[in-house]
């Protein structure tokens, strides 16, 4: 047999029609797992070289695969010795061979008969063959379609060439009616229809037809067109129209400067969601009548391109502009009747039954500035109007638009406009304080009046936001210092109550970067309200890491093993009673303590100053006295201890090394 | 520079070029060519079909009294239907593009996706709309289903937006000046239809009798349904006239529905009503192929 060769490449490219661009990058990441997975199951050594993609093919190069997978030996036992020669031979016959190639196998239960089976390796063709087609159609993408027929293959989008290649051989199969190949398909418009691809030409051969088959390519090509223009930063664009072309090519087209009076929000809206364009900024920030388009040709050589966006562009506009003017007719405050139409929530009511609900919920939450009212009042209203049924995105930041141009007062629009923040992680809460009590109210509305109809998210399952509606609440309460009654936020909802607080443990933690020992002892130690627990939280960070603290929460956590084990029911201590000199010594440094008008963090660090006592006492008293007076009363010391010097944090929980 | 109806015949040509029967609109009220029985009903079944036709798509709420440039009650839709779709029909597709004079090496075509649903149908696909130079053009779908039933055959359904399409290429700002026929403009020939309807299907159009017209027409649509099975010879029966019934109602609910007489809450129980005798009819439709092929 020919040595086996080695160090070949691999060329996969799934030919497909045109893949929506937010999944194609997750479509490569598993393509390559999925690849790599399949080597190692088919012993087959190799590596991925790259994945990467355009609208149109999902490509992967690997290399350093072998030509044959290695072979196997494999020992087939028989039976024992002891059986005798005719059992030797009915072994032999069943499998093919002959008595002398059997051999004998010691084994504890004695000797038997056996033999060697050589596995020839297959060659990783016929393998990659026989595997490709469940890679392919195994990739897993949100919503996938038939179209050879019912109870067809399922992809993305139908696929109409594969190119299968192991060096300069096609690896041959079949998927979805489509064989396996060679031939790839340049651009649309500017490449070859059918062109024969080589493995080690594949990207240039692709260029040549205009077809940039590496994303870094094609970014670095839109971010070469903006270079010269101002424009907003937009990552999420840049990745949507990455993914979106084979040959990108920015544009630069303008508007007319009178359409700078409608809202830069309503104009960036326009141009990002809805025509995917860059929005052009002045040098100081502002809006300027401009845009990028980003084509998937090479050029524009005659204009066409560019005054064609700008006449859509300019039809887009002129109907904001209509929606804001017809809009304008009927002013918010006379659209607080139409809410009864507006459906929330099926099972909640309309929105007009929100808004009087958040109305009530305002009152308890303390403190409101009048704003905050109206602004509760009147900030559901855009829902009704044409320009939020034509930009649903825009909802709440029209409400606030129309209520500054309805002289609804500045720190009303204000509440009215940022009354959805935080719309995500990175968003910021509400600037304003009456912002901050309108969005909160909100939020704990939606949240009571869900849980209440028992609505509350399952699993991964939130598709009312939930977990979002309660991760604003708690970041509004925290960074907007409101020192609102924790317990009173949940209405006496067990659930919700429960929810919340999961929600603090999981801000603090994962976007405060607190350790989870430190969110338990602090949340152990009661929670009145998000600033003050923020306040406890960082005192024991400041805390933590001097000498005392740790070696005196590991103390205390022998303290309430030592109560539980006792069973404690509480007591109070005599003085009198005390007699080592270790727990009088003790008591008098937890009575002397004076912790009264400390900060959180001076308070931790005297408390911290109890460790030589606490440890003194383990050191030289006997807590299980034989005398049960004694004993009752050094437990009392024991719990006193706890609970005066658990109220910050307790010790208890804090994880020690 | 083509006419509004010129482009409409070269396209009718295009097709009819490639095999398409060549259908006039459907003669009762629709939201979309896709509602015509040459496509919700056709596209179910196993038998190959391949239909275009011009379709006027009444949607009442997008009326504007002819005061906007660019939104219409009623617009024209050139629907294709090519069951099963053929291997190459984005290309099909791209050619009937360059046939109305649209040279593609000089503007920018994107297909982005956008995966047409319609409830009161019970039928959803997976498609794009394309864009031409930033300007959607067509929507591009391939069904999965109809009437709540998989399709046996997974058809291409191409929907063109006429007005659009024509102002394009006539590059005018409005629809209005649009070029119908040498001398008549879009205005001359729709601006009265326009604004007219406008004014009866917002300001004037009667909710209680719209009400009991989708009752009446609820109940005949339903009571042809609930009639089929004990119906002896399943050949003849009226599966059509059920259908155009069906299709009365899902007119005036959009007619109500533009009046604002349908609250938010309201409206998934009246749409649940029109799906269920959607869903109805295609079934008898598939039933009475079925029964056909017994025969």
Redesign the interface.
């Given at each position: 047999m020919a040595a086996a060769r080695t160090n070949l490449r691999f060329l996969l490219e799934i030919g497909s029609?045109?893949i929506?661009?937010w999944m194609i990058a997750s479509a490569l990441d598993h393509l390559k797992s999925a690849f790599e997975r399949m080597l190692a199951d088919l012993r087959l050594p190799g590596t991925v070289d790259w994945v990467d993609g355009t609208?149109r093919r999902l490509a992967l190069l690997a290399s350093g695969l072998a030509g044959r997978q290695a072979d196997l030996e494999e020992l087939v036992s028989g039976p024992p010795k002891a059986a005798g020669e005719g059992a030797a031979l009915g072994f032999a016959r069943k499998n093919g061979v002959t008595v002398d190639q059997l051999e004998i196998q010691p084994t504890p239960k004695g000797d038997y008969y056996a033999f060697r089976r050589r596995i020839a390796g297959r060659a990783a063709s016929e393998l990659l063959a026989a595997a490709a087609p469940d890679l392919i159609l195994g990739i897993p993408w949100p919503?996938t379609?038939?179209?050879?027929?019912?109870g067809g293959p399922r992809f993305i989008?139908?696929i109409?060439w594969i190119v299968a290649l192991l060096n300069g051989a096609v690896v041959d199969f079949e998927v979805a009616g489509v064989r396996s190949g060679d031939r790839t398909s340049g651009h649309?418009?500017?490449g070859r229809k059918t062109i024969r691809v080589s493995v080690a030409g594949y990207v240039e051969q692709l260029r040549k037809n205009h077809v940039l088959v590496r994303a870094s390519e094609r970014r670095a090509r839109i971010e070469a067109g903006l270079a010269g223009v101002r424009v907003k930063p937009d990552p999420g664009l840049l990745d949507t129209l990455t993914y979106?072309?084979e040959w990108p090519t920015p544009v630069v087209g303008r508007f007319d400067e009178a359409y700078l009076d409608l809202p830069a929000e309503v104009l960036v809206t326009v141009m990002r969601h809805h025509?995917k364009?860059f929005s052009v900024e002045r040098e100081d920030g502002s809006l300027a009548p401009g845009f990028v388009?980003v084509?998937?040709?090479p050029a524009?050589?005659?204009g066409?391109?560019v005054s064609?966006?700008e006449?859509?562009?300019?039809?887009r506009f002129?109907?904001a502009r209509?929606f804001w003017e017809t809009d304008q007719k009927k002013p918010l405050r006379d659209r607080v009747e139409d809410l009864k139409?507006?459906?929330f929530q099926?099972n909640v009511g309309?929105y007009h039954l929100k808004m009087t609900a958040t109305l009530a919920l305002l009152d308890e939450l303390g403190d409101v500035p009048a704003a905050a009212r109206r602004a509760v009042e009147l900030c559901k209203c855009d829902l009704t109007t044409e320009m939020v049924k034509e930009f649903t995105e825009l909802q709440g930041v029209v409400g606030g638009l129309y209520a500054r141009a309805q002289g609804e007062g500045e720190d009303v629009a204000a509440a009215i406009y940022e009354h959805y923040k935080p719309v995500s992680m990175e968003d910021s809460i509400p600037a304003t304080e009456a912002g901050r009590f309108v969005a909160l109210a909100d939020k704990l509305h939606t949240l009571r009046a869900c849980f209440a109809v028992g609505m509350a998210p399952t699993g991964s399952k939130d598709p009312l936001a939930l977990r979002r509606a309660a991760q604003g609440a708690v970041r509004i309460l925290v960074e907007g210092g409101l020192p609102v009654d924790f317990a009173k936020l949940s209405a006496g909802d067990a659930a919700l109550d429960e929810f919340l607080r999961d929600r603090v443990r999981h801000y603090f933690r994962d976007v405060r970067g607190f350790a989870y020992d430190e969110v338990n002892a602090a949340m152990a130690a009661g929670l009145s309200n998000l600033p003050d627990l923020t306040r406890r939280l960082e005192a024991i960070r400041a805390v933590r890491p001097t000498a005392d603290f740790e070696p005196l929460a590991a103390s205390f956590k022998r303290i309430r093993n030592i109560l539980e084990q006792a069973r404690f029911e509480g007591c109070p201590v005599d003085p009198d009673l005390l007699q080592e000199d270790a727990e009088r010594g003790l008591y008098r440094a937890m009575t002397s303590l004076r912790l009264a008008g400390l900060s959180y963090r001076e308070a931790l660090t005297q408390i911290a100053t109890l460790r030589p006592a606490v440890d003194l006492f383990f050191d030289k008293v006997l807590v299980n006295a034989p005398e049960p007076r004694v004993r009752a009363n050094r437990l009392a010391l024991l719990d006193t201890l706890r609970r005066e010097f658990s109220r910050i944090a307790d010790f208890s929980e804090i994880v020690t090394s | 520079m083509d006419s509004f109806q010129t482009l409409i015949f070269k396209l009718k040509k295009y097709w009819s070029d490639r095999g398409c029967i060549l259908q006039e609109p459907y003669d009762v009220e629709v939201g979309a060519g896709t509602m015509c029985p040459e496509t919700f009903l056709r596209v179910l079944g196993p038998d190959p079909y391949r239909v275009a036709y011009v379709q006027p798509s009444r949607r009442p709420a997008d009326g504007r009294y002819g005061e906007n440039p660019n939104r219409l009650y009623k617009h024209q839709q050139l629907q294709v239907i090519l069951k099963p779709a053929p291997a190459d029909v984005i290309d099909q597709y791209l050619g009937s593009l360059e046939a109305i004079g649209i040279d593609l090496s000089r503007h920018d075509i994107k297909f982005e996706e956008d995966n047409w649903e319609s409830p009161t149908l019970g039928a959803w696909g997976i498609g794009w709309q394309v864009m031409l130079d930033g300007l959607e053009i067509t929507q591009f779908t391939y069904f999965q289903q109809c009437g709540g039933i998989d399709l046996e055959l997974i058809p291409a359904e191409l929907t063109y937006g006429l007005e659009r399409i024509a102002a394009f290429l006539q590059g005018k700002e409005s629809i209005y000046e649009v070029e119908w026929a040498p001398g008549f403009s879009y205005a001359d020939v729709r601006f009265a239809d326009e604004r007219q309807f406008s004014v009866y299907n917002f300001e004037m159009a009667d909710i209680a009798t719209l009400w009991q017209l989708f009752e009446l027409n609820e109940r005949e649509a339903q009571r042809l349904i609930d009639s089929f099975a004990s119906y002896p010879e399943k050949s003849r029966f009226p599966v059509l006239p059920a259908y155009d019934h069906v299709l009365k109602c899902s007119h005036l609910f959009n007619l109500l529905d533009s009046r604002g007489a349908i609250s938010v809450t309201e409206r998934v129980g009246v749409i649940g009503r029109v799906r269920k005798l959607a869903v109805g009819t295609a079934q008898l439709w598939v039933a009475q192929r079925q029964a056909r092929e017994a025969a």
């Open positions: 029609e045109e929506p661009d609208p919503k379609m038939c179209w050879t027929g019912k989008r139908p109409r649309r418009r500017f979106l072309t025509q364009y388009a084509m998937n040709v524009d050589p005659d066409l391109v064609g966006n006449r859509v562009l300019r039809a002129n109907d209509f139409h507006v459906t099926r309309s | -």
